[in-house]
């Protein structure tokens, strides 16, 4: 499986962005999906959830701003970012877990920067 993320790009304070993360390889098994992000300095952290049937989660500092989905026919993930606040500048990366072979896979990230 193979997961390519972007676009990530300058936004200003209260803007909104949508990332897209679209899978290939062997997407058969692919479950649940996630993005996560890592702002500079800090540790990779968790933004959001969706399973394989729509149910999403949020981190509290994303909920009511972003939303998760997913387009399963195109094998796509997307992140719907409104609201964007500085803190949320970080690279975002997406992962896919896949329920056949028990493995995740990441994407390479792509960044987002939010200017105050």
């Known amino acids: 499986v193979q997961l390519q993320a972007f676009g990530g790009g300058l936004v200003q304070t209260g803007g909104s962005l949508r990332l897209s993360c679209a899978a290939s390889g062997s997407v058969f098994g692919i479950n649940t999906m996630r993005w996560y992000r890592q702002a500079p300095g800090k540790q990779r952290e968790w933004v959001a959830i969706?399973?394989?049937?729509?149910?999403?989660t949020y981190s509290g500092s994303v909920k009511g701003r972003f939303t998760i989905s997913r387009n399963n026919a195109k094998d796509t993930l997307y992140l719907q970012m409104n609201s964007l606040k500085p803190e949320d500048t970080a690279t975002y990366y997406c992962y896919a877990d896949d329920s056949r072979t028990g493995r995740g896979y990441w994407g390479q990230g792509t960044l987002v920067t939010v200017s105050s």
């Open positions: 969706i399973s394989a049937v729509g149910t999403t």
